[in-house]
């Protein structure tokens, strides 16, 4: 272990690997089976336990707890993992659950996230690249969540629920059922109610690739027929554009949970025509 600083209140059992440059800062304790990259900070009163792996240069502050054993009854015990992608900051209270035996046995999460306090990712759960949880944000067991979603303060999504990626959930919302890539929603119980236009004006998405999303949503969620012949019509039309097939392919890969439909009553998408 090169160049790692371990403060003397802190408890490293024997068989943790700890990375180069990392920092264990004061009474933190890493279990015998957790894997610390390069450059990882646990601030202080940090608990990292069972077979949890950090990505290097994760940040984690005070009273977070990495690792702890599934909320699943069904669980009989075995090992099972969570991992934790590279450059990715947790912050104050915020738990992250390893799989159970009983199902995926692993909870991954990606690299780049930002999660805030107190936000929770459950057993089981597999979650993308650059997402934001906002405090006290909810995952229960089982559930996907795609790459660059947004996940507002308060709202909890029900186990088993997709989440596509680029999606933005508002914050105090109950997420019932899977959320269409792009897609916006709120409310209690949630509703779709647009596209994340913001969203994905900040990964760079063109403006011709936003204009074709708008076009795929209004054809998929026409009321005038079914979205069974709506997703025909869409595979057809929009057969030579990945962003608008990502639609597509995500409702007719259907998961557990139903997904996401608009209000009736609403507008488009919630957009304007200068997108």
Known sequence: MQNVMIHPSAVVEDGAVIGEGSRVGPFCHVGKDAVLGRNVELVSHVSVMGA????????????????????????????????????TIIREGVTMHVGSDTSRGATIVGSNGYFMGYSHVAHDCTVGDNVTFANGATLAGHCDIGDNVVIGGLTAVHQFTRIGNNAFLSGCSAIPGDVIPFGLARGNLAKLRGLNVVGMRRTGMSKADIQVVRRAYRTIFDRTRTVGENLDIARRDFADSAVAMSLVSFLSERGKRYFLTPPLGAGDDGGDDED
């Open 52 to 87: 949890t792996t950090l990505g290097d240069g994760c940040r984690v502050f005070p009273q977070a707890t990495l690792g702890g054993a599934p909320q699943n009854l069904k669980h009989s015990g075995a090992r099972t993992t969570l991992t934790i992608g590279r450059n």
